[in-house]
């Protein structure tokens, strides 16, 4: 069983900056392939960044390249998102994804394990 739980998310100025978290649990984390999503209302789903299990590679937006990091910790099983320069297009809620070992891919079809999803909110 894998479960995710993202955390972190909250109401920022534009300008600002947050950092998610997404907690995971299963024995095999440092195997994992790990993405961010996010969907804002109205809007399908939407890649946001993605790293290999070794952090070695990493994938990003372009719509948040420059701005955003993401990041592992597989100690700690956890996966982060740094966000900075935060805009208000940013706002959506923020989920986390697992897929087994491979590339870094924004289908989220790839990923079959998720969380429950972080709100972010950016106040213009």
């Known amino acids: 069983q894998v479960q995710l739980v993202e955390s972190g998310g909250g109401l920022v100025q534009a300008g600002g900056s947050l950092r998610l978290s997404c907690a995971a649990s299963g024995r095999t984390f440092s195997t994992w392939t790990m993405g961010w999503f996010r969907q804002a209302p109205g809007k399908e789903r939407e890649f946001v960044a993605g790293i290999t299990w070794s952090g070695g590679r990493t994938g990003y937006a372009d719509s948040v390249k420059g701005r955003f990091t993401i990041s592992r910790d597989n100690a700690k099983n956890t996966v982060y998102l740094q966000m900075n320069s935060l805009k208000f297009e940013d706002t959506a809620v923020y989920y986390c994804?697992?897929?087994?070992?491979?590339?870094?891919?924004?289908?989220?079809?790839?990923?079959?394990?998720w969380g429950q999803g972080t709100q972010v909110t950016v106040s213009s």
């Open positions: 994804a697992a897929r087994a070992i491979g590339a870094v891919v924004a289908g989220e079809r790839s990923y079959p394990y």
